[in-house]
């Protein structure tokens, strides 16, 4: 559990803080004292025990500090910079900046970073980092420009990890973001593009981070009001190169998405985030406390004189402004359990008895590296799925061991005999990341549709058919089942790949069929049939035909399902049996599908669908041929199939037409290339005509 204690003023003296508020809150070397830099003139270094301050000190007039000021630990001296280039250095005993220690850089600085443990680093707004050390060595030294124009800053961390300093920085442009992590024992960065996935529109209000051994958990609260996670390798694995990062979500509307003022956010440990800002439209500005492991709610405070959307975290209290004064709230987060994230955590132990751990260590290797040993282990583990995604992700996110192949094949199985024992599990989202690997196969995890077919998760099931190659007919069927039967307003609130689906509407086409009176599809005109019942049917208005012939008598989402069925491997023999297990009505619909996608087609003189990867010409004949064989004693016998089937039959009829024309041009052209090949010129000029009947 989280809990947030009585807050208090930290002193009554009023901060020049600015519209955007302070310039920050920082450490010092007593655990106790911070430094706080105002957004005019002054730095004041206050004892939270006592409640005031210690210390004040002032640049003089026409002067102005522009980044907040910091302490270096190791001599115990503050760093502050005023009018971009100035550096200033005093400590405790000093009392007027203007006669303490000054160095003039030669570029203007963005923020000056200070961690316990190693030498202050100094960022430049063009992206260059210097030490403390080297740069005052030599302070007019040239400072080399690192990120592009029109680039800019917006957010800095500095981490200490394995005590190699570690310092990642955030950019825009043009609503575009960069992460750079500059690693200091190998000299090495990295620039990563962050993706911000569907929601390209969204803009990030505050970033925090966390560091763990391999990774920088990298948090941010967008405009949408929803927390999202990107996770940076601190090894990457081509540093040369500029890699993307995809965001995921981690929390869903923590914040008003119409809130613009007073938002910050900041992680607290591995498992908990502050977030300020109003939790709903009108609200007041509240600070809350999230479990992110166990995505819930531990605690919050309302802020009744509103706040200037800045938040800071030191040991066990929160910095903020609340309304002009400068408050603190002493916090406590226990170790992450479910039984806590519950509110049922017991506090007391009775004596003797042994203390079980309230998570899974993942980062004890346990045969395959993930926690799933066999299946009696994976039953045990009682981490919440979306902690196992995480985790699942970082794994994937490495790709360095040896072994990867089976890991993965190892991972799934764990999942699935949980998700058979559980019945509530289900990890859709982390059974996707494995999917995406490429090296599953039906073969390898049989379950993992047969589980998907129950949860009837289309999604899946089209992932599935996309990845798999040695998927059973019977397994494919039973796919096209729920293609067929899943209604509409359930496909609207699912995510689907559309990547095969084109876009069907076409008023140009439509504007010249409403001026026809009969359809001439692939050299086919459909007054030359001998039919005549035919003929009476098709005897139609030519708006009605038209209406019927372009329009796709299904929604997108499931033309895409479909279309995976489409490209899906099957043999003849073993897949017949299975459809005819499929009712008239779905078989029906899928026909009709099927017909206008050969309408489709027929439109374009390569006979191609447009967009990525659609069906081609053969896959749409061969089912339908693959349906009528199997269905056609049942359909014939629906009078709401008549149409459609004098529809294909004409089509088929087309086809043949067609291809017995490309045949008889083939034969003469095989017959003219071997004219060509017994004639002997010697080189001799002579020009032929020939025609073809």
């Known amino acids: 559990m989280a809990a947030l204690e009585e807050e208090f003023t930290l002193s009554s003296v009023v901060l020049s803080a600015g519209p955007e508020g302070l310039l920050g809150v920082e450490q010092s070397d007593k655990t106790d004292q911070f430094l706080v830099t105002d957004s005019g003139r002054t730095v004041i270094l206050y004892k939270v025990s006592d409640q005031k301050p210690l210390g004040s000190w002032s640049v003089k007039q026409g002067q102005i500090i522009t980044c907040p000021a910091v302490c270096n630990f190791q001599t115990g001296e503050y760093i502050v910079v005023h009018d971009n280039k100035v550096l200033r250095i005093w400590n405790n005993e000093d009392v007027n900046l203007d006669k303490v220690f000054k160095a003039t850089l030669s570029a203007e600085v963005y923020r000056i970073l200070s961690v316990q443990g190693t030498e202050p680093l100094v960022l430049f707004k063009e992206g260059a980092v210097r030490g403390l050390e080297a740069l005052l060595a030599d302070p007019q030294q040239k400072i080399e420009t690192i990120i592009s124009d029109e680039e800019v800053i917006k957010w800095t961390k500095f981490f200490l990890v394995f005590r190699h300093p570690v310092l990642i920085f955030i950019t825009e442009k043009h609503e575009n973001y960069f992460a750079y992590v500059q690693m200091f024992n190998s000299r090495i960065l990295t620039k990563y593009t962050l993706l911000l996935g569907q929601d390209e529109n969204s803009v990030i209000e505050s970033f925090t981070a966390s560091v763990d051994r391999k990774f920088i958990s990298l948090m941010s609260l967008s405009s949408d009001g929803c927390i999202y996670e990107t996770l940076i390798p601190i090894r990457p694995t081509d540093p040369q190169k500029n890699q993307s990062l995809v965001r995921s979500l981690l929390l869903k509307a923590v914040v008003s998405g119409n809130a613009r003022n007073g938002v910050a956010l900041t992680a607290l440990d591995q498992d908990h ?79 003797g008895t042994h203390v079980m751990p309230h998570f899974v260590n993942w980062e004890t290797p346990q045969g395959c590296g993930l926690g799933f040993q066999n299946s009696e282990q994976s039953r045990r583990i009682k981490d919440s799925e979306k902690h196992i995604e995480v985790e699942v992700r970082k794994f994937l996110a490495l790709k360095q061991t040896p072994d990867f192949h089976t890991v993965i094949g190892d991972t799934v199985t764990g999942l699935l005999e949980r998700c058979k024992a559980e019945p509530s599990f289900y990890p859709r989202n982390c059974l996707m990341q494995l999917i995406q690997t490429h090296v599953l196969s039906y073969s390898l995890c049989p379950d993992l549709m047969e589980i998907a077919l129950k949860k009837k998760d289309v999604q899946l099931l089209q992932l599935c058919l996309q990845q798999f190659p040695d998927i059973p007919e019977s397994v494919t069927c039973a796919c096209l089942k729920i293609f067929l039967s899943i209604g509409d307003d359930s496909l609207q609130e699912t995510d689907v790949s559309m990547e095969s689906v084109f876009d069907y509407s076409n008023s140009v086409h439509d504007e010249k069929m409403e001026e026809q009176t009969e359809i001439l599809q692939n050299g086919f005109n459909p007054e030359e049939d001998k039919c005549n019942n035919c003929d009476q049917e098709l005897n139609k208005k030519p708006q009605d035909k038209t209406k019927e012939s372009t329009s796709c008598p299904v929604v997108q989402k499931r033309a895409a399902l479909l279309n995976a ?86 089509l088929v009829k087309s086809q043949v037409s067609v291809y017995s024309e490309l045949n008889k041009i083939e034969v003469s052209f095989r017959e003219l290339q071997k004219l060509n090949q017994e004639k002997n010129n010697r080189g001799l000029y002579s020009i032929e005509v020939l025609e073809l009947f």
Not at 573 to 597: G, R
Not at 608 to 627: A, E, F, K, R, Y
């Open 273 to 351: 985030v502050a977030v300020l800002g109003s939790p709903l439209e009108a609200s007041k500005e509240c600070l809350s406390v999230w479990n992110i492991k166990f995505q819930t709610l531990q605690t919050s405070k309302e802020l009744p004189q509103g706040t200037s959307g800045q938040l800071w975290y030191y040991g066990e209290h929160l910095f903020m402004l609340h309304g002009k004064s400068l408050t603190v709230i002493p916090y406590k987060c226990e170790v992450s359990s479910l039984a806590g994230a519950l509110g049922k955590l017991k506090h007391s132990q009775d004596p």
């Open 565 to 650: 069925i489409l490209h899906s491997a099957y043999s003849e023999t073993f897949l017949l049996p299975h459809l005819k297990d499929i009712p008239a009505q779905h078989i029906t619909l899928f026909l009709k599908y099927l017909y206008f996608l050969y309408l489709k087609c027929s439109e374009n003189a390569t006979m191609t669908l447009p967009g990525i990867h659609p069906p081609t010409l053969n896959q749409i004949m061969d089912w339908i041929c693959l349906l009528l064989d199997a269905n056609f004693t049942v359909v014939v016998m629906m009078p709401e199939a008549k149409r459609l089937l004098i529809n294909l039959y004409k």
